[in-house]
């Protein structure tokens, strides 16, 4: 555990930079939770996650703005999610600017959707930051909350250790038991079938 420890506090920062460039909301609900254990500060883990959802976003914005729709034909991966964040942009507007972070499957392409949609530059960063904050502050306060949880799992972990053993021999145990009755018990009934 100590181990762990020392490899949260040396290189939780960088992981909820990385986890904030992309789809990574349980980096950084880990990382709230090791806060709340102590281990990081929640006030870093907030800017570290804001400044790369930011950098993120704005620079899938610029890529998009520059390379237009036609990017989503080199990446045809791509293709089902972007029809998707162009029909929600253009029924939502304002508010799917403020919100693709926070859709499951879209995020990555949203940014991109919006640049290749030709949404002015001046509009999409103010919203940009308007929606990273949101995104920052329910990451990282719900991450912290959960710490709680956290920390009555770590206080037990022991306990619930012991019994996870248990019950996992257990059920290894029964298994084999209930399959060695299935072999003997088709063994016995396949010369009534002949």
């Not at 930079?17 to 102590?38: N, Q, T």
């Amino acid at each position: 555990m100590e181990q762990f420890t020392q490899w949260v506090q040396n290189w939780g920062y960088g992981a909820v930079f990385l986890g904030s460039l992309v789809e990574g909301e349980s980096v950084i609900l880990i990382a709230s939770s090791m806060a709340y254990l102590g281990h990081l500060s929640i006030y870093k883990i907030m800017i570290v996650a804001f400044t790369g959802t930011v950098i993120a976003d704005q620079a899938l914005f610029l890529l998009g703005r520059h390379y237009g729709p036609g990017i989503f034909d080199r990446f045809p991966k791509f293709k089902k999610p972007a029809n998707r964040a162009f029909a929600l942009l253009h029924r939502f507007d304002v508010w799917f600017i403020i919100g693709c972070r926070f859709v499951y499957g879209i995020r990555v392409t949203s940014a991109i959707v919006i640049g290749a949609a030709q949404i002015p530059l001046w509009r999409f960063i103010p919203l940009n930051i308007l929606s990273a904050v949101i995104w920052t502050l329910v990451s990282c306060i719900g991450g912290y909350m959960l710490g709680d949880v956290m920390k009555e799992i770590l206080d037990h972990f022991s306990l619930i250790q012991k019994y996870f053993f248990k019950a996992l021999g257990l059920i290894v145990v029964v298994a084999m038991a209930g399959w060695f009755a299935w072999r003997w018990w088709r063994s016995k009934r396949q010369p009534d079938q002949g």
